[in-house]
């Protein structure tokens, strides 16, 4: 199983970005798919899930109301739509596929997942 994410860059605050994550080696549209990102001296967080089919999403309360996961399952793909960032958000960027197929993402822990993506750089200035 490969995730390759992208889209990360360098943006001001109140601005807006998109990043991808383009899955491939497993049937995509089977597993829930997450973000998480790791900011400069603090552990991995999560920030948004997405069930399989797309019709339940969740979000840290830090993103909510900013931010919307969603996916295109034709596409293996999932997004993150970041919105009004701050430069709190400053971070590596991860996608994630869940371990079991047809598993609600509710925990919200690195350990529901056993794929990730090598990271995209998201850097906010003020």
């Known amino acids: 199983v490969q995730l390759q994410a992208s889209g990360g860059g360098l943006v001001q605050a109140g601005g807006s970005l998109r990043l991808s994550c383009a899955a491939s080696g497993r049937t995509f549209s089977s597993y829930a798919m997450g973000w998480f990102r790791r900011a400069p001296g603090k552990e991995r967080e999560f920030v948004a899930s997405i069930s399989w089919r797309g019709t339940g999403t969740w979000y840290a309360d830090s993103v909510k109301g900013r931010f919307t996961i969603s996916r295109n399952n034709a596409e293996n793909t999932v997004y993150l739509q970041m919105g009004s960032l701050k430069p709190e958000d400053t971070a590596v960027y991860y996608c994630?596929?869940?371990?079991?197929?047809?598993?609600?993402?509710?925990?919200?822990?690195?350990?529901?997942?056993?794929?990730w993506g090598q990271g995209t750089q998201v850097t906010v200035s003020s």
């Open positions: 994630a596929s869940q371990k079991s197929p047809f598993t609600i993402p509710i925990l919200q822990r690195t350990s529901e997942y056993d794929y």
